[in-house]
């Protein structure tokens, strides 16, 4: 079975991320956000200093696409602000990162979890701890949720370059997404 890091190597078209949470813990970025939370500016990331930067690079210049819709809840995050401050290098990439206040979703979306939608066929749900370190990734056996999952949030979200991050969330709008699809996941076997 393909792991969550193979598919990023074997994806011909595009690969698609729900990310959720306001706040990961992501092992080897603890002095970034040290150093952004002490008001130093973030050093670029690039291909020769971030594996992510390098993926995104490679994905594009094999044709393929990298997207993530980025909920973003309230009160703003230490992470999220760090979070934001990093998004225009994986912009400049070729990442498109489009984001999505959360008060204009309904309240069952929070239980959505992270996920990774490759060629539209292939589904990997993330698991992470209360304090947001990665435990590991399942494959789920059934695309379709996710892929209705996708297509009720696209037309909802703003480019990360549009978005204003502010601690004060913007009065709920008149229409909110409605419940999410039902998202199943066969398996408890979690794997990196």
């Keep these: 079975m393909t792991t969550l890091g193979e598919m ?16 990961y ?33 490679d994905a594009g210049a094999r044709g393929a696409w990298i997207g993530r819709v980025r909920l973003v809840g309230h009160p703003i995050t230490d992470y999220t602000r760090f979070e934001f401050a990093a998004y225009p290098d994986n912009v400049a990439a070729g990442e498109d990162v ?3 206040d959360r008060v204009a979703l309904d309240p069952s979306w929070s239980g959505v979890p992270d996920f990774w939608l490759f060629d539209d066929e292939t589904v990997f749900v993330q698991h992470y701890d209360d304090e ?23 037309g909802h979200t703003v480019p990360v370059s549009k978005f ?18 039902a998202l199943l996941l066969v398996s408890a076997t979690v794997k990196r």
């Design 25 to 57: 813990r992501v092992a080897g970025e603890e002095e970034r956000i040290a150093a952004f939370l002490r008001g130093e500016p973030l050093p670029r990331k690039t291909r020769e200093n971030n594996g992510w930067i390098a993926t995104v690079e």
């Design 8 to 23: 990023f190597g074997t994806f011909t078209r595009s690969a698609w991320r729900l990310e959720g949470r306001d706040t």
């Design 132 to 154: 947001g370190h990665f435990l590991g990734a399942e494959q789920a056996h059934d695309v379709a949720p996710f892929l209705e999952a996708r297509r009720r949030l696209a």
């Design 98 to 100: 489009q984001v999505l």
């Design 164 to 181: 204003q991050l502010t601690d004060i969330p913007k009065q709920r709008p008149g229409m909110v997404l409605g419940p999410p699809p």
